[in-house]
């Protein structure tokens, strides 16, 4: 569902359940400004009207409210008036929220995901939207120190704006799998790319690196697509010739000799050696969360909630986060905020 929780789901059946018959029930809702012909070929039982209906207000906010302010208004008395009319004052606070129209990167959440203490990469993801650079990003920190949350921001807006998003985890191949060739393979199964790799034979695993990135890049500018390509668990000590490959691969990119790429290194330190003479890469540092960064991400999942909190109860939640956020081990104090904000997501059905 877009719209609507569960609880939501309930009421506008309970809705739909009141009418004795099919014609009273479009009556209503021709009242209230549907139009019949969503819903008069629809000749079947109760149940199955209420699904259509449902699924079809949840994919037309507007009409939603239109439906539930006018069915509150007709049954005044009504246990379920109320109900409604909360219903259709909270679905108008998402509809505004959404038109006010947060951009990608300035999302609180991605997916159930909550998204905390990101402001260097929602400025970096905007510049690429709007500048296409930086060509290079580093996110650098260990990992369970938040780096979850950058891959889940880059993820989003990359979708949103129809990039191709492709996510690697070093940290997920075998060591038979973690060598230049393999790397290689797996970049260009992931991108969907057709590329044969070139032949090893012989060469120093330098040159070798840069043989395979100019590869890749080559077949990557020729095809033109927006590939936005993720490699994480660059902090996880993968074998030197693999690390050549990535820096070979990010100093094309800085280059500007493969303007369709644009990198994300996660887990990256000052290991890659990389040149950035024309100033094309930015680094997000990852550090602990701020209180007004926890604060301003719990109250923006409160204004989403089917159920939000009142302000005194979301107060204690906040403050319960803060106290998390303390813990001096930067990854057990990002991980508590998490799971917390998750669980607040949960409990107030954002």
């Known amino acids: ?4 929780s569960e609880q939501d789901v309930k009421v506008l059946n309970t809705l739909v359940y009141e009418f004795p018959s099919q014609l009273e029930l479009y009556a209503e809702l021709a009242v209230s400004g549907v139009r019949l012909p969503y819903f008069s070929s629809v000749m079947e039982t109760l149940p199955v009207i209420a699904l259509r209906l449902v699924s079809w207000l949840d994919e037309n906010p507007s009409e939603l409210v239109r439906v539930a302010r006018h069915a509150a208004q007709a ?3 009504a ?6 009319s909360t219903l259709a004052d909270r679905i108008d606070r998402i509809i505004v929220q959404r038109q006010i129209s947060v951009p990608p990167w300035a999302v609180v959440h991605v997916d159930g995901v909550p998204i905390v203490n990101r402001q260097q990469l929602r400025a970096t993801l905007e510049g690429q939207i709007a500048r296409d650079r930086p060509k290079v990003v580093l996110v650098d920190g260990p990992s369970g120190a938040g780096r979850t949350h950058s891959v889940h921001l880059i993820r989003h807006v990359a979708e949103r704006h129809r990039r191709q998003f492709v996510h690697i985890n070093l940290t997920d191949m ?3 799998e973690l060598t230049i060739e393999g790397l290689f393979v797996r970049i260009v199964e992931d991108c969907s790319l057709t590329c044969p790799a070139p032949t090893s034979v012989g060469v120093p695993s330098q040159s070798l690196a840069r043989r395979f990135a100019d590869r890749l890049r080559k077949v990557i500018h020729e095809r033109g697509t927006c590939l936005w390509l993720t490699l994480d668990g660059l902090d996880n000590d993968p074998p030197p010739p693999v690390v050549e490959l990535v820096a070979a691969l990010a100093s094309l990119a800085l280059s500007g000799m493969c303007s369709p790429l644009k990198l994300f290194l996660l887990g990256a330190g000052d290991e890659l050696n990389l040149q950035d003479d024309y100033l094309m890469s930015d680094r997000e540092r990852l550090s602990p969360f701020a209180h007004g960064d926890i604060a301003q991400c719990a109250h923006g999942l409160n204004m989403l909630g089917a159920s939000p909190l009142l302000p005194d ?3 204690d939640r906040i403050d319960n986060l803060i106290a998390i956020n303390a813990d001096p081990d930067i990854r057990i104090a990002c991980r508590g905020v998490s799971s917390g904000l998750s669980r607040l997501r949960r409990e107030i059905e954002a």
Not at 1 to 4: A, P, R
Request: charged fraction near 20%.
């Open 313 to 315: 109860a979301l107060q």
């Open 174 to 176: 075998t060591a038979e």
């Open 1 to 4: 569902m877009k719209y609507l």
């Open 79 to 84: 246990p379920i008036a109320l109900r409604l």
């Open 75 to 77: 049954r005044p008395a």
